[in-house]
C-alpha cells in the first residue's frame, strides 16, 4: 500500500525518539554507561515484547478493534503494516475486504488512524520524559555526585 511508505517512517522514528530518551534517562540514573545501555535494552525488549504479545493477539482476533491495538506494539504495527492479509486475518479477509463486505479502503484508513495515534502517544510519552529529565536534572546531578 503507498500509505505504508508515509506510516512506517512516522512511526520508526516516534519509536526511535522514545528509546533514546529511555537510554537518557536510564543513563542519568546510573552513572556507568554499560549499566545503562543493558538496562535500556532490556526495558525496551520487555516493554514492546509485553506489547507485542499482546498485539499480535488482538490482531489475529478482535478484527478492527485488534487493527487498532497493534499500532500500538512496535512489531506487531510492523507486522500489519507489511503484510495485513496474513497479520490481522480477522480484519482483512481473503478477497481484500475489511470486516464482511466493508471496502478495503475502511480497514486502511483505520490503520492510517491507528499509527498516528500510536505515534502522537508516543510522542507525549517522549515530551513528557524530556520535560522530567530537564525538570529534575539538578537533583538527578547532585545525587550521583555524593
Known amino acids: 500500500w503507498p500509505e505504508v511508505v508515509l506510516e512506517l517512517p512516522v512511526l520508526l522514528t516516534v519509536m ?7 537510554g537518557l534517562q536510564l ?11 543493558m538496562a ?17 493477539t488482538a490482531a489475529a482476533k478482535l478484527s478492527g478493534f485488534g487493527v ?7 512489531y506487531t504495527a510492523l507486522c500489519v503494516l507489511v503484510n495485513p492479509q496474513e497479520m490481522a486475518a480477522s480484519a482483512f479477509g481473503p478477497g481484500g475486504t475489511f470486516e464482511g463486505d466493508a471496502p478495503e479502503w475502511a480497514g486502511r484508513l483505520l490503520l492510517v ?26 537533583m538527578i546531578i547532585r545525587r550521583q555526585h555524593q
Not at 487498532?68 to 512496535?74: L, N
Open 27 to 37: 543513563s542519568l540514573k546510573w552513572s556507568r554507561t554499560i549499566v545503562a545501555v
Open 113 to 138: 488512524v491507528a499509527i498516528l495515534m500510536a505515534s502522537l502517544t508516543y510522542c507525549l510519552i517522549v515530551w513528557g520524559m524530556y520535560r522530567s529529565m530537564v525538570k529534575n536534572f539538578d
Open 16 to 22: 526511535l525518539a522514545w528509546a533514546c530518551m529511555l
Open 68 to 74: 487498532f491495538v497493534s499500532a500500538f506494539s512496535p
Open 40 to 56: 535500556s535494552v532490556a526495558v525496551l525488549a520487555g516493554i514492546c515484547g509485553v506489547l507485542g504479545v499482546c498485539g499480535f
